[in-house]
């Protein structure tokens, strides 16, 4: 699971905790959506820094790849994706 999955993974869980009647699955629910919650932080963290070229010449933003940084976008601002 990429970071990106993570953090919608991580927001449908917290969508859905409400809707679950029973405080224990609330619960159950919410630590979940944490657990995704730090692993795409974790993920984001790992690709932010590096150089801005990799070995293969290959351009890349704050040590994210093109294809890296496009699918952190569609997750973080996906009313603006929309549109492209």
């Known amino acids: 699971m990429t970071g990106p999955e993570h953090f919608k993974t991580a927001q ?6 409400p809707e679950q009647g029973d405080q224990d699955r609330e619960r ?3 630590a979940y959506a944490q ?3 730090t692993l795409a932080q974790a993920a984001a963290t790992a ?3 590096g150089p801005i070229f990799n070995e ?3 351009f890349v933003i704050g040590g994210m790849t093109e294809p890296q940084e496009s699918a952190w ?4 601002d996906p009313e603006e994706n929309k549109a492209e």
């Open 47 to 49: 690709q932010a820094g």
């Open 56 to 58: 293969e010449g290959e």
């Open 28 to 30: 159950t629910y919410v």
């Open 12 to 17: 449908r869980l917290l969508d859905e905790a």
């Open 73 to 76: 976008k569609t997750v973080l």
């Open 35 to 37: 657990v995704h919650a």
